[in-house]
């Protein structure tokens, strides 16, 4: 089975502030990592080749440094790495990014493709599904553990108060929660191995005709960020002390009437 | 002159780091409390390929470089002293293995070693024979084509539960230094015997124990290097060693000053932050400038080693400054933290305790200013 990770390099939002004036994310000196979900859907994806085989590729779109997370993948265990870089594709929404990735995913060949549920810095859960859509596959969100039986796979999905335990053919794709599967470590081996394999660049030109191009980048991008801003603390509330029961009821009645809530 | 790491060495740091933040911090004082290394840890450290870094892949080790076995030391060592510890003294037997095995040696008992299934340990020490190495007692004696060994191991690190021992014996006393020769004793020989564990101020999780050779049976295939080479064998690990002990005193520095500053910044008396005092801003760019001295010396070190250049003098300043440094560091950051940092609950006061040694063993600091001031010539 072949199977392709889809891998998005993420600020460890653990360590990133927000700018309190301007409401953006401060992400200088900030860490890049792999997006955790993705992260347990490479490790599900080399248990799966451990198990019956085949061979795991990881594909990620971004700037040129999403090359360190490739490499980690590499260094985790993955055959195959695939960047995704050019300047038409800067600036796409979760669309124009699902389109792009479709297209390059096509191109590569899949039996099986992984993606994680959410990215933790946009946390929109969008770009999966959309790819699955793209490429007109079956898929299977919020997965948590998955079985193979052949060209079938029988996946455990979360749901709000159960589960949904599914048996879907291959090709597909399957979004991983971050329960799916702990990641191993890296090997040491591994460190030095993934600089010896080559990253495979896919640009504009590699992909043309895998995708319209007025649908990708930032003209291409039917969203746009209306303005984003930080939650303003609260400020402190009052404190009635020594009141009776009669007291505290018609000052809280009061208070709503105050603020129009009653 | 370019002293950015490559991506290569930047990825290993971040394994090193994650693996150190996640497995051994919430154990290392359980570890040093109770005196013991876990065995799960030993575990997942080969499972990783931590126990190989600098050996070759075609004995199934790791395949990376002195730089590499370094930034690790730093890391494990920020975290817990006696993991660095473990780690280097494996690393020192299988120098010996790597640099004058045979090509048979190697495949027998390197490859365990560095492939992940096997623990080593090296004895050199003996009860009257520190600093003083040339004065070995012990004794190997060739009969057919078997060496019998005699003598008593001091402060044999990981010998408690390692499987394969590295060990030097006299075979000529008339020929002085040039008598003793290294040998491999395999756990459970008839006659090997390690004794309890020493009870130690610092790097207490760490096994650490006497050896006694009663007439230990070992076939001639088992010594390495020719007869007499053993000193030579014994002296170039040691060499390398302590580029890992150098890294280990940073990575004890630079753990401890993390605390020390973490806590600075939270900790207030007199209505400010102990960390806003401007004693308290210069003592700590002081140490960490010193911190950083030490580093640069130790990857000058491990470059050089790397770059296949003589490094034993680079290895000895390195050595000798870097523990220095962190004695002092460790030091200045329990003052830093007051009475807290006095307390076992922080671990800073372990770190103190865990320096001292890297001052001591793989060549004392005295050791150390004979190598610098031998290869400076001044006799
Ligand atoms: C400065 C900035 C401006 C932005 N502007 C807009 C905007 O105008 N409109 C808008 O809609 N969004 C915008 N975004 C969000 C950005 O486009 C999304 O982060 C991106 O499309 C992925 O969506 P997500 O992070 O929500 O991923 P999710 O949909 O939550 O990710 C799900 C999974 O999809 C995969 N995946 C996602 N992205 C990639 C990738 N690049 N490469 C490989 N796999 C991937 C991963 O497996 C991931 O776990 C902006 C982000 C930034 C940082
Ligand atoms: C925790 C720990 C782990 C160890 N692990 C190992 C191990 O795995 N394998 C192993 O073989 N050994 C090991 N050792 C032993 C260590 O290497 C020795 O303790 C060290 O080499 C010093 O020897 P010594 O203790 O006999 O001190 P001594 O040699 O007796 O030295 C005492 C003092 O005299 C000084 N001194 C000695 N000679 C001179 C001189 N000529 N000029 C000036 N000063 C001098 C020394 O520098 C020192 O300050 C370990 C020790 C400890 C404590």
Known sequence: ?262 | MDFKLSKQHLLQQKLYRDFAEAEIRPIAQEMDETETFSMDLLGKLHKYGLMGIPFSRAYGGSGGDYLGFSLCMEEVSKIDGATGLTMSVHSLACSCIDNFGTEEQKQRFLRPLVDGSKTGCFGLTEPNAGSDAAGQQSKAVLYHDKYTINGTKIFTTNSGFADTFVMFAMTDKSKGIRGISAFLVEKGAPGLAVGPNIRRMGVRASSNCEVSYENVEVPASNRLGKEGDGFKIAMKALDGGRIGIAAQAVGLAQGALNEAVKYAKERKQFGKRISSFQSSQFKIADLQTRIDAARLMTHRAAAARDNGENYSSHAAMAKLFASRMANDVCRECVQLMGGYGYCREYPVERALRDAKITEIYEGTSEVMQMVIAGAMKVF
């Open chain 1, 1 to 262: 089975m072949k199977i392709v990770v889809c891998i998005k390099q993420v600020p460890d939002t653990s360590e990133v502030k927000l700018d309190s004036k301007t409401g953006r994310l401060m992400r200088e000196g900030v860490p890049s990592i792999i997006n955790p979900d993705d992260k347990s859907g490479i490790e599900a994806a080399l248990r799966i080749k451990e198990e019956t085989g085949g061979s795991v590729a990881v594909v990620s779109m971004g700037p040129p440094q999403a090359d360190f997370a490739l490499r980690e993948a590499l260094a985790m265990g993955c055959d195959e790495a695939y960047l995704i870089t050019a300047k038409e594709f800067a600036g796409s929404d979760t669309f124009a990014t699902a389109k792009i990735l479709a297209g390059a995913l096509g191109k590569i060949g899949f039996d099986l493709i992984i993606t994680g549920r959410q990215a933790i810095d946009g946390d929109t859960a969008q770009v999966g599904p959309q790819i699955a859509e793209n490429l007109n596959i079956p898929q299977v969100s919020y997965v948590e553990d998955i079985e193979v039986n052949g060209c079938a796979l029988t996946v455990k999905r979360q749901f709000e108060d159960r589960y949904h335990i599914l048996e879907v053919k291959t090709p597909c794709l399957l979004t991983a929660l971050s329960e799916l599967a702990p990641p191993r470590y890296m090997h040491v081996r591994g460190t030095v191995e993934a600089y010896e394999k080559e990253v495979q660049t896919l640009g504009f030109e590699d992909l043309a005709g895998t995708f319209d191009p007025s649908c990708i980048g930032l003209a291409g991008s039917p969203t746009s960020v209306y303005k984003s801003f930080g939650k303003k603390p609260k400020g402190a509330g009052e404190m009635h002390k020594n009141l009776s029961a009669d007291e505290a009821v018609s000052l809280i009645i009061s208070k709503m009437a105050e603020r129009h809530i009653i």
